[in-house]
């Protein structure tokens, strides 16, 4: 793992943590994305119906700037949701305290909040540690904004990438929060929320055709416990400090981009409340990629499956029952399904070389993969996910108490 240095990170962005007060621990709980000058964006959001406050105040103030954004503001321990026009007011006046200390718009301001639903957030307290947020272009400082908007998750999450055009060196960097309540289902308009900064010139409009490809690779594929959270946002923000413009097609700028996301994406799974495994599912010969998707999250979604893994238990009965009520376009007697190399099911049924010991082997691995081939069509989806496990009962038996 490379060690994180200044070379990593984006030129034109700064970053910087306090605490609030906010979350119960102490610790940090307030963090700050800065752009030296208003850097373009991209966003996507929650396709949940309940909408915490912080994401409807970003898509006007996306809408009112044409897709600029000078800071980001995101606080962690109060997610600011289902509390109303008190919401939407106390998100305004943080936006309004962050534009004041930087001179710009508050329309500038993108706010985020994460933590506890229904609960009305002091933004008096976020508004008072505003000023004391000492920020830079440091690793130090990065890691202090990983840090800071973190919930039940146990470690940092940041990924990073760059290649040369041109001459010069075109860089992203990105740090993210999730854990539990994760089921992403982000449209283009415990929760996971997605910082991703470039050093790139690129238009909104471009940021956008590119954040919505890699996102369907990545987020748009991982599932800890079928929950979709309120307040769900990725965010990718472009400073243009490099001199290296970007137009669509750049086929070195996706393949970072996605290279970042995915790796988020595999680093929420694998830290997951409670979870003893993860799993990636390879469905293949589907109908369409669309039908392999559902199949896949039938798979992801199930209890019986999820807890099934938790015991490294090989019933893939069960695979075949999530399979079958997955609404995908199927041929029941042609399904085959592989723990690994390992053939567990052939055209429907038992395998013959299926093999009881060796497939509960096969599933005390940390990771490991699970395919299945429909033999329908050329469909294919790849996606990740947990087993489910008495710790995450745990965890969120008591999460508000």
């Given amino acids: 793992m490379t060690e994180l240095s200044t070379q990593l990170l984006p030129l034109g962005f700064r970053y910087g943590a306090t605490t609030a007060g906010l979350k119960a621990s102490g610790r940090p709980d307030l963090a700050m994305i800065v752009a030296d000058a208003s850097a373009s964006a991209a966003a996507m959001f929650t396709a949940n119906q309940v909408v915490a406050a912080p994401l409807v105040i970003d898509k006007q103030h996306l809408t009112a700037t044409g897709g600029k954004v000078r800071a980001v503001v995101v606080n962690a321990g109060n997610a600011n949701c289902a509390n109303g026009e008190p919401g939407l007011e106390a998100a305004r006046s943080v936006c309004e305290a962050a534009a004041k200390l930087l001179n710009c718009s508050a329309e500038e301001i993108f706010p985020a909040s994460t933590g506890i639903i229904g609960v009305l957030l002091p933004a008096e307290k976020i508004v008072a540690a505003l000023p004391t947020i000492k920020i830079g272009r440091h690793p130090d400082y990065f890691s202090a904004l990983a840090q800071a908007i973190l919930t039940t998750d146990t470690i940092e999450k940041t990924a990073f990438a760059r290649f040369e055009q041109n001459g010069k060196m075109v860089h992203i960097a990105a740090a993210c929060k999730g854990s539990g309540m994760i089921h992403p289902r982000l449209v283009p308009h415990a929760t996971m929320l997605v910082y991703i900064l470039t050093d790139a010139d690129i238009t909104p409009r471009v940021l956008n055709g590119y954040l919505q490809g890699a996102v369907n690779k990545s987020f748009n594929r991982i599932s800890v416990d079928g929950d ?9 923000l472009a400073s243009g400090a490099s001199g290296v413009t970007i137009d669509a097609g750049n086929a070195d700028f996706a393949q970072a981009l996605e290279q970042v996301t995915i790796s988020l994406a595999r680093q929420i799974v694998g830290d997951g409340e409670g979870i003893s495994h993860v799993i990636e599912l390879l469905i293949e010969g589907a109908a369409s990629d669309e039908d392999a998707l ?13 807890t099934a893994w938790a015991g490294c238990d090989p019933n893939w009965g069960r695979l075949m029952a999530a399979v079958g009520y997955s609404n995908a376009k199927l041929r029941p007697e042609a399904i085959a399904i592989y723990f690994g190399e390992l053939e567990i099911c052939r055209d429907g049924g038992r ?14 691995q940390d990771e490991y993969s699970i395919r299945i081939d429909l033999k329908v069509g050329t469909g294919s989806c790849r996606f990740w996910t947990t087993d489910l496990t008495v710790e995450y009962i745990h965890i969120n038996a008591d999460y508000s108490t």
């Fill in 294 to 306: 559902l199949v896949a999250k039938s798979i992801a979604h199930s209890p019986l499956v999820k």
């Fill in 351 to 364: 395998s013959p070389l299926f093999d009881m010991e060796k497939a509960h082997e096969y599933l005390q």
């Fill in 228 to 236: 979709t959270s309120t307040n769900d946002t990725v965010l990718l």
